[in-house]
Structure formats: structure tokens, C-alpha cells
T-cell receptor, first 115, second 110 residues
Framework: NAGVTQTPKFQVLKTGQSMTLQCAQDMNHNSMYWYRQDPGMGLRLIYYSASEGTTDKGEVPNGYNVSRLNKREFSLRLESAAPSQTSVYFC??????????????FGPGTRLTVL | SQQGEEDPQALSIQEGENATMNCSYKTSINNLQWYRQNSGRGLVHLILIRSNEREKHSGRLRVTLDTSKKSSSLLITASRAADTASYFCATDGNDYKLSFGAGTTVTVRA
């Protein structure tokens, strides 16, 4: 099993450009998450999807949109990138209902730089 | 806002020594988890302690939880170079979300 995969690994954008970060999991998990990690800030939740067909805002949703394409895939879109969105983005998945607690499994991350 | 705050921010120890880091949080929790992040990688789950537990062990890891003080500690015994990483506490309020602290960066010197 690959676990959680993310593409691309690295990306450089110019201000105003758009892009979509892709995430897929092969663990049959119901819940998926997008975080951003900035130096000294830990992880902050951008959006999450508790189950297929639902999405909800997290702590820092402004400037982002998400799509839960199916049970496996959860994408994050930046419509008009800004330098403040320079960060490392992590996707995670979990199955809190089946596991009885919310242990999350993380992808390797996407390093995004917005110039 | 982040629920957990780790202390210290950074820790440097000699191989073989113990490393202790602390986490404080603000609201009631269902459980508290600790994750490790190696440089340039995603987070990996280490250990979970439920709100009705006070101490838990897993190999060289020992976690304590004091819900009256809203704090937890992670002890890594007999540290190794491979323990060099950042460690994060995450609180679970049973609402499908985890709230992560800013992390403690541990460097183990050979």
C-alpha cells in the first residue's frame, strides 16, 4: 500500500497563478484533511472532509477551495496564489469511526513557493 | 488557533540521554496524540493517550497526561541519532479534527 500520496512534491508559482494540489489515499479512509505548515507554527487545518460528499472549513480556509472527488481523492485548489500562501502543504487521512480515534496518516507534503 | 503548545521549542541532547518535552492545551479533549516529523517528511503517529489514562508506554516512549492541568509530557529514553526529529502533540476533541502544537525540535548528538 502506498498510503497517502501527494502531487506535486515541489511547485513554484507567480502571484495570481492558480494550481491544484492532488492527494490520494489507498487505506479506504473516510476522512481526509489539508494542512499547511509554516516555520514555528505547527500544522494548521485548511479544509477537511469528514466523509465522501462533505467538506468543511478549518482554521485557515481563505484563498483555498477543495474537492472531495471520491473516497480516495481530495484536492486543494489555489485560485489566485499569493506570497502568503508559500508553505508546505500536507494531506492526511483517517478513519475515526472505524479506529475509535482519529489517528491521521500523512502524505510526504508539497513545498509551494509563490513569488 | 492552535490548541496545544509544546515546550521547549528546541532540545539538544547527547546520545543515550533522555529527552522530555511538554504539551499544554486549553479545552477538554477526548485523547491526546504525539507525532514525529523527520526533516522534509510528513508526520508519523507515535502514541495516543486517552483522557481517562494517566500514563502510557510504547517501547522507549512514555507519555503522561494530567487533565486537571491540561498538560502532557513525552519522554524518550536512551535517545539515538535516529530520534532527531520534530515532535508534535495533537489534541482530539472528537470532532473529526486534530489541533496541533508548534512542535519541539529534538537534536540527538552522537
Amino acid at each position: 500500500n502506498a498510503g497517502v500520496t501527494q502531487t506535486p512534491k515541489f511547485q513554484v508559482l507567480k502571484t495570481g497563478q492558480s494550481m491544484t494540489l492532488q492527494c490520494a489515499q489507498d487505506m479506504n479512509h473516510n476522512s481526509m484533511y489539508w494542512y499547511r505548515q509554516d516555520p514555528g507554527m505547527g500544522l494548521r487545518l485548511i479544509y477537511y472532509s469528514a466523509s465522501e460528499g462533505t467538506t468543511d472549513k478549518g482554521e485557515v480556509p481563505n484563498g483555498y477551495n477543495v474537492s472531495r472527488l471520491n473516497k480516495r481523492e481530495f484536492s486543494l485548489r489555489l485560485e489566485s496564489a499569493a506570497p502568503s500562501q508559500t508553505s508546505v502543504y500536507f494531506c492526511a487521512s483517517s478513519d475515526p469511526g472505524r479506529a475509535a480515534y482519529n489517528e491521521q496518516f500523512f502524505g510526504p507534503g508539497t513545498r509551494l513557493t509563490v513569488l | 488557533s492552535q490548541q496545544g503548545e509544546e515546550d521547549p521549542q528546541a532540545l539538544s541532547i547527547q546520545e543515550g540521554e533522555n529527552a522530555t518535552m511538554n504539551c499544554s492545551y486549553k479545552t477538554s479533549i477526548n485523547n491526546l496524540q504525539w507525532y514525529r516529523q523527520n526533516s522534509g517528511r510528513g508526520l508519523v503517529h507515535l502514541i495516543l493517550i486517552r483522557s481517562n489514562e494517566r500514563e502510557k508506554h510504547s517501547g522507549r516512549l512514555r507519555v503522561t497526561l494530567d487533565t486537571s492541568k491540561k498538560s502532557s509530557s513525552l519522554l524518550i529514553t536512551a535517545s539515538r541519532a535516529a530520534d532527531t526529529a520534530s515532535y508534535f502533540c495533537a489534541t482530539d476533541g472528537n470532532d473529526y479534527k486534530l489541533s496541533f502544537g508548534a512542535g519541539t525540535t529534538v537534536t540527538v548528538r552522537a
